[in-house]
């Protein structure tokens, strides 16, 4: 699935209609992103952007609205647990599974078990 995300404009580095590069903010995170697709874009302005590329330029309460609506969702989908909730753990490598539960296969040593 591929996923384009607001951030605002802090400051263009290039100019260039073809190259042009800005530093754009995503919450803490800043990138250097192209900018050629949005040349009119300003310091401050919200872009969406997507691979690296700010492809068009979002009302700035939609541009918040969007952020609300994606930080929603990322907490509910992590269910406030850092590692994705109690599967995300499980995912990892919990060895809190019972014997019943483990998947059969070959163990570290190349034993088939289950």
Do not use: Y
Request: charged letters at 20%.
């Amino acid at each position: 699935m591929c996923l384009a995300i607001p951030g605002r404009v802090i400051r263009w580095i290039e100019r260039d209609p073809l190259a042009g590069t800005a530093e754009i903010e995503f919450g803490a995170v800043r990138r250097v992103c192209h900018m050629a697709c949005v040349p009119t874009a300003a310091a401050g302005d919200f872009v969406i952007v997507h691979a690296g590329v700010a492809i068009s330029i979002m009302d700035t309460a939609e541009a918040d609205r969007v952020l609300q609506e994606l930080t929603a969702v990322t907490t509910a989908t992590t269910c406030g647990e850092p590692h994705g909730g109690p599967a995300g753990d499980a995912a990892a490598g919990d060895s809190s599974l019972a014997a019943a539960e483990k998947p059969a296969g070959p163990n570290r040593a190349g034993e088939v078990t289950g």
